[in-house]
T-cell receptor
Framework: GAGVSQSPSNKVTEKGKDVELRCDPI?????LYWYRQSLGQGLEFLIY????????KSGLPSDRFSAERTGGSVSTLTIQRTQQEDSAVYLC??????????????FGQGTRLTVV | AQSVTQPDIHITVSEGASLELRCNYS??????LFWYVQSPGQGLQLLLK??????LVQGIKGFEAEFKRSQSSFNLRKPSVHWSDAAEYFC?????????FGTGTRLQVFP
């Protein structure tokens, strides 16, 4: 595709339910990132993938959050037993290589998650 | 760990006025620094980045930023703001293969 694609664009879920958010990176991009943007907050780093492995999961806020990446392409962020404080916009980004390699990270439009 | 601080949460300027958005970083060595813009309903778009060399960096949409090591700053500037520049602006620093973002500055432009 032409850019980073995220689905769904909006998701409303009941507290306690599990949700899956999907990210399709730009073809050929080996680095993939998930961020969370809460109202009035900056972008909070969640997890970084290089290929299918996640060398940095330090930003995942709790064990209810997990992510995987298959085939070096699509990534899924899963939130189990959602809580109201999980409501935010979840952004995915991809790049040819990590930022230190002087490459650009491209962001998707995000998934707006609302937990009611 | 590296971090960036954007001291201004909200800035309002008149169309045609000059603009400077502040960004301060914390890092001992030369950092890799970025400015992104997020327009309403849009994803984040890279405006410019600094890696090395010339400390004055030119970006898209008429923006520029200057890296000042002595002040640990990477402020974003534009000589004349257009109404379409109204958006949220994020400064970021590379840290351990990922971008660490500031909390953002929301720019409002009055006609």
């Amino acid at each position: 595709g032409a850019g980073v694609s995220q689905s769904p664009s909006n998701k409303v879920t009941e507290k306690g339910k599990d949700v899956e958010l999907r990210c399709d990176p730009i073809s050929g991009h080996t680095a993939l990132y998930w961020y969370r943007q809460s109202l009035g907050q900056g972008l909070e780093f969640l997890i970084y993938f290089q290929g299918n492995s996640a060398p940095d999961k330090s930003g995942l806020p709790s064990d209810r959050f997990s992510a995987e990446r298959t085939g070096g392409s699509v990534s899924t962020l899963t939130i189990q037993r959602t809580q109201q404080e999980d409501s935010a916009v979840y952004l995915c980004a991809s790049s040819l290589a990590p930022p230190a390699s002087n490459t650009e990270a491209f962001f998707g439009q995000g998934t707006r998650l609302t937990v009611v | 760990a590296q971090s960036v601080t954007q001291p201004d949460i909200h800035i309002t300027v008149s169309e045609g006025a000059s603009l400077e958005l502040r960004c301060n970083y914390s890092y001992g060595a030369t950092p890799y620094l970025f400015w992104y813009v997020q327009s309403p309903g849009q994803g984040l778009q890279l405006l410019l980045k600094y890696f090395s060399g010339d400390t004055l960096v030119q970006g898209i949409k008429g923006f520029e930023a200057e890296f000042k090591r002595s002040q640990s700053s990477f402020n974003l500037r534009k000589p004349s703001v257009h109404w379409s520049d109204a958006a949220e602006y994020f400064c970021a620093v590379e840290s351990a293969d990922k971008l660490i973002f500031g909390t953002g500055t929301r720019l409002q432009v009055f006609p």
